[in-house]
């Protein structure tokens, strides 16, 4: 244990590493003693083949009082967590990449429970930020290689990322926290725990309101959540019952469009006009419709794709909770089984030019559409503006029709896009452990039904009743629909079953042998169908089922103790990434173009799989006069196959800008190849001082070239033509680094602690990123800082104990760059969200 240090690197945070915790497949519900330490409480486990590193409660609140569990885990090597806000909770924004995986091929869950894949667009989870309150989590373990085999996700091919939520204390006690900061932030945590009120049952119950306005425009970034956890434990078993309840809004950041001019090629004036942030105009109905827009609802020409909306949000409500028993049969045979059911009702919306909408609007708005030639159809940005090659309309009644659809639309020039959300899971996660001499048996399964629906429709922003389109109204909640585009139906099966071994050959010599499965049975249908015209050239979006089974991925590892400080480790293991049936966006099978595409998908595509290869040192040693070192380095290698591509066969606009959005076809375009290496060290000098760096680079390579114009399987290639220039339809994507993940990162941590006052300062650099597939445009790198000075009153003095002040300055230098990267398949154009500037947060806490 290094209490005072920064952050821990871990042989393994895994709940095994405590000798009575439960079967792996309940891991969530072991809890780490979190002691009195003024810093990080580590539990070093010595059972455990993988690469691990965790960082506890008290230094997340560290980081930032509220700060998603996401973000916090920024300071670990091998992980890049960015977004547009310094909670790390707006999650529009958010980008997360481990080992060059992103964030949709990692595996999430929250005291074991799955949190899906953590796509913006809601299908099978939630955030961790919004299954529990960030002062209640007591942990946060990334598996930066590959994932423990029992952890219940369809996804982790590149590692996992587990939260797990403190348990009650043993005493009753009230604490709480009240911060304020920058563009007004308000963000009040209180807790009450029962203590043990006999019979070992204790509880808490716990809620926390936060209000910030977004530091580029006038939104409120807003919620309310709750968490209520009871815990009964006696010698047969421990009974644990968890609720959470959250409601957000989020008006989001936008996203500036970078465009790359061809070879030869001039920049037009749009493409020129680059602007670092592109505030909403909310609440400014009357500027935005007189001054911005023209009276048919079109979009400044000279900005181009970076038009400005008028807003944009995103409004979910969840309800997550679940009921878990350990049962002790004896010392060496435990069984834990876990029963959870999510429900989450949520929407995404966006405000914006009807002109930018227009190629989707008129298909259901303008009674002669189908009657027009293609020709004479008014394009993206162009509401009542004549075609060059229309001949069967006048310029005056192309002006006579756009002013029609204005006032079908509300009078306004603009209209509302939502994608709306509906989520019911529910599942059980069974394991049991048995201990046959030196062998410890594993074995468990997971089973989920879910049942999803999206729904795009869109709605008049009207201009008599302005406070009927705001972020914070659900248009849903005060009007019809103008229309249903479609309407996606999903029902998904997973099942997960899991067998492990872990024999003690010697006392130095631990050798661990598994086998996982993975299964998914998925079916999509379409019950409201997009008029033809509305979405590119798609007649009928397809339907159908994909059932998607491996019965073996195994996992093969050991571990060397050289004297109870060194150790040196190895696995093997293979994952699989399970296809993603979200029917509201591209990414997954059904939302290609056509019902062709789709089968010809189902029958010949293949799931993305890993094979992933670690070894590594670690250390952990304590010296005279209260020194003490804990250190880790790690080698990867990852041969990650059939990777998949969603290519736009008729998109809506430019990525990150546009609104009305495409289908895809969906195809498997070859191999990446990654080896990188991570190292990290923690220096501690007594109680006063302690010092954490990390370094990590990765080194991820595309194996493959891939055919952007193809409709169906076969996309990848077997030429490796160089260069970075798109010719014939090839994307020369062989040899080149993956975008958006840099190959350098470094993080440090120092504290200092001179009495009852805390001083501690973050360094984060992260490297240059490339932001289009073949290499040929990048972002620079950049480095943040951020600051915390704390100080402590004395228990005693006041009638409440463990009272601190905390002053919190995130990005101190007030860096300017570029955060999160959004990289589509074209290559002439990107988009990037900017770096939050300075902010400043005073939380003063107290406990009772």
């Not at 569990?69 to 990449?97: C, H, M, R, S």
């Not at 038009?307 to 878990?324: I, K, P, V």
């Not at 009272?803 to 990289?823: C, F, P, R, W, Y």
Request: some cysteine.
């Amino acid at each position: 244990m290094l209490a005072g240090t920064a952050l821990a690197v871990c042989s393994a945070a895994q709940a095994m590493a405590r000798d009575d915790a439960p079967a792996a497949g309940a891991a969530a519900g072991a809890e780490v003693d979190a002691g009195e330490s003024n810093g990080a409480i580590i539990v070093t486990g010595a059972k455990t083949t993988r690469s691990a590193t965790a960082i506890s409660e008290v230094e997340i609140q560290k980081i930032l009082p509220g700060v998603s569990p996401l973000k916090a885990i920024q300071t670990l090597p091998g992980v890049l967590y960015i977004t547009a806000d310094p909670w790390g909770n707006n999650e529009q924004n958010a980008q997360i990449f481990v080992h060059g995986f992103a964030g949709n091929q990692l595996g999430y869950t929250m005291d074991g429970i799955p949190l899906g894949d953590q796509s913006y667009g809601n299908y099978n989870g939630l955030s961790p930020q919004r299954a529990v309150i960030s002062e209640n989590v007591a942990r946060v373990v990334v598996a930066t290689g590959a994932g423990d085999l029992a952890t219940a996700s369809n996804s982790n091919l590149g590692g996992t990322v587990e939260t797990f939520s403190s348990d009650p204390q043993a005493e009753f006690g009230v604490r709480g926290a009240q911060t304020v900061g920058s563009y007004g932030t308000s963000r009040s945590y209180l807790r009450v725990d029962s203590g043990d009120i006999g019979g070992g049952n204790s509880g808490y119950i716990s809620g926390v309101r936060q209000r910030a306005r977004a530091w580029d425009f006038d939104g409120i970034q807003k919620g309310w959540q709750a968490n209520a956890k009871f815990v009964h434990d006696s010698d047969a078993g421990k009974l644990t019952l968890y609720f959470d309840y959250n409601d957000m809004t989020q008006p989001n950041e936008d996203a500036t469009v970078f465009f790359k001019p061809s070879a030869g090629g001039t920049a037009t004036p749009a493409q020129l006009y680059t602007p670092y942030t592109k505030p909403f105009f909310y609440p400014d109905f009357d500027g935005y419709r007189t001054r911005y827009l023209t009276p048919l609802g079109n979009s400044p020409a000279a900005e181009g794709g970076n038009y400005r909306n008028y807003y944009s949000d995103a409004q979910r409500t969840d309800y997550l909770g679940y009921a878990r028993y350990d049962a002790r049969f004896s010392d060496k045979m435990t069984w834990s089984t876990t029963g959870y059911y999510h429900h989450n009702d949520g929407a995404g919306v966006v405000a914006g030019p009807l002109g930018q909408s227009i190629t989707t609007a008129q298909a259901y708005l303008d009674p002669i559409y189908a009657s027009l030639p293609t020709n004479c159809r008014f394009g993206a940005n162009g509401n009542g503006i004549r075609p060059s090659a229309c001949t069967a309309l006048t310029t005056a009644q192309a002006a006579a029709s756009g002013a029609a659809l204005v006032a079908a639309t509300g009078g306004s020039g603009m209209i509302t896009r939502t994608t709306e959300y509906r989520i019911d899971r529910v599942g059980v996660i069974s394991a049991a452990s048995v201990e046959l001499g030196r062998h410890k048996i594993e074995f468990g399964g997971w089973f989920e039904h879910n049942s999803t629906t999206q729904w795009r429709r869109w709605y008049a922003v009207p201009v008599s009743e302005p406070s009927l389109s705001t972020p914070y109204v659900r248009p849903r909640d005060v009007m019809d629909p103008l229309f249903t585009q479609y309407q996606g139906e999903a029902r998904i099966k997973q099942l997960q079953l899991h067998l492990q071994d872990t024999w003690q050959v010697t006392d130095a010599l631990l050798v661990q042998g598994g086998v996982k499965t993975s299964a998914q049975w998925a079916s999509g249908r379409f019950p409201v169908q997009p008029r033809v015209g509305s979405l590119g050239g798609t007649t009928a979006l397809p339907q159908g089922k994909i059932n998607t089974r491996n019965w073996f991925l195994p996992a093969f590892g050991a571990t060397y103790d050289f004297n109870g400080h060194e150790q040196v480790y190895f696995n093997v293991q293979k994952n699989l990434r399970q296809y993603q049936a979200y029917l509201a966006g591209g990414g997954g099978p059904w939302f290609t173009g056509s019902q062709a595409a789709f089968d010809a998908f189902a029958e010949e595509g293949k799931p993305e799989t890993s094979w992933t290869y670690e070894a590594g040192l670690r250390t952990n040693r304590s010296f005279a006069n209260g020194w003490a070192l804990q250190a880790q380095i790690n080698y990867y290698h990852v041969d990650f196959s059939n990777r998949l591509l969603a290519i736009p066969t008729n998109p809506g606009g430019i990525a990150g800008s546009g609104i009305t959005g495409g289908t895809s076809t969906l195809v498997n375009v070859g191999d990446v190849k990654t080896d990188g290496i991570d190292a990290a060290v923690t220096l501690r000098v007594g109680q006063t001082f302690s010092l954490y760096n990390a370094v990590s680079y990765n080194l991820s390579k595309y194996q493959n070239d891939y055919t952007s114009t193809a409709l169906g399987i076969g996309a990848a290639t077997d030429t490796c033509i160089g260069g970075y220039i798109v010719t014939g339809g090839i994307v020369p994507t062989c040899g080149k680094q993956l975008p958006g993940t840099p190959k350098w990162m470094n993080k440090t941590v120092a504290t200092l602690n001179v009495g009852p006052f805390e001083l501690q300062a973050i360094g984060d650099f992260v490297g240059r990123r490339f932001a289009t597939f073949t290499n040929d445009a990048s972002v620079s790198s950049y480095f943040l800082t951020s600051l915390r000075v704390a100080g402590r009153v004395p228990d005693g003095i006041l009638p409440v104990k463990k009272v601190e002040l905390a002053l919190n300055v995130t990005n101190l230098t007030d860096k300017k760059g570029v955060s999160t990267l959004s990289i589509g398949s074209a290559t002439n154009s990107y988009s990037a969200y900017p770096i939050a500037p300075r902010q400043w947060f005073l939380t003063l806490s107290a406990a009772y």
